[in-house]
């Protein structure tokens, strides 16, 4: 009953996955624990285990630091919901070109109003 909602197959695999661990891609044995590193960077090491298989080199990403002399942030009064504003950063932080932040400036706009009156 707890897993009947929509998306839950997504709860069930990650409850499971925090029982009996993701174990090997390929064999039989269970160890390890998603929950210890989080979702996201068992991805990324799973990702860097497979290119090091395949003979590719681990893929060198870098996170530029920005400081900036104004306040960077989404005020409470552009988008209300702290939960929206939380997506909003995490999708900001994962855009990788220019087109993308164009794109999201745009949808951001629809949905909340113009961006240059903040």
């Given at each position: 009953?707890?897993?009947?909602?929509?998306?839950?197959?997504?709860?069930?695999?990650?409850?499971?996955?925090?029982?009996?661990?993701?174990?090997?891609?390929?064999?039989?044995?269970?160890?390890?624990?998603?929950?210890?590193?989080?979702?996201?960077?068992?991805?990324?090491?799973?990702?860097?285990?497979?290119?090091?298989?395949?003979?590719?080199?681990?893929?060198?990403?870098?996170?530029?630091?920005?400081?900036?002399?104004?306040?960077?942030?989404i005020p409470e009064r552009y988008v209300p919901d702290p939960g929206h504003r939380l997506s909003?950063?995490?999708?900001?932080?994962?855009?990788?070109?220019?087109?993308?932040?164009?794109?999201?400036?745009?949808?951001?706009?629809?949905?909340?109003?113009?961006?240059?009156?903040?």
């Amino acid at each position: 009953m707890d897993f009947s909602e929509l998306g839950a197959g997504f709860k069930i695999a990650l409850h499971d996955l925090r029982i009996r661990g993701a174990g090997h891609l390929l064999g039989t044995s269970q160890s390890g624990h998603v929950a210890a590193v989080g979702y996201e960077m068992y991805i990324q090491m799973l990702e860097q285990a497979i290119n090091e298989l395949k003979g590719d080199g681990p893929v060198q990403e870098w996170e530029p630091e920005i400081r900036l002399r104004v306040p960077a942030f989404i005020p409470e009064r552009y988008v209300p919901d702290p939960g929206h504003r939380l997506s909003l950063y995490k999708r900001l932080t994962s855009l990788k070109t220019e087109d993308e932040l164009i794109d999201m400036q745009e949808e951001m706009e629809d949905r909340f109003g113009s961006i240059r009156k903040l």
